[in-house]
């Protein structure tokens, strides 16, 4: 008797559920359309994330100040290296820019947990003999 009274809360609170979920979040007209091809494709593209960062690398790499000198001497560098594209350079000095500033926060970062943790007090774990060490002494003592 309890099984099917579950079983049947359960069936009520999933037909709840869906119904609810086709009110408000699907719209099966729209769905339709878009299987069928009836309507235009109303849905925003999003660009790849390797497009993102390059943009991003590219714009800190432009914006960084280098001597013209210097640049050219990276530009041959790069072009030695087999990277031949016009905006190497500006990828070259982004990507320093952002790995500075991604291992500088890194670094930042890492005394954080050993502050929040020196306030604690410490284990009391650590005050009890390990069994290894005292099998170990025992071991001695034969």
Known sequence: MILVLSSLLFFLIATLGFLIGVRLWIHPKAAVDRVMGTSPQAVKSRQPFRLNLRRLIDSAG?????????????????????FRRSGAANLYYGSRVIASVLLGGAGAAEPLPQTIFSSLPPSPLKSMPSPHRSIASLAWTW
């Open 62 to 82: 432009s914006r960084l100040g280098t001597r013209e000198k210097d640049r050219e001497r990276v530009i041959q560098e790069l072009v030695g290296a087999g």
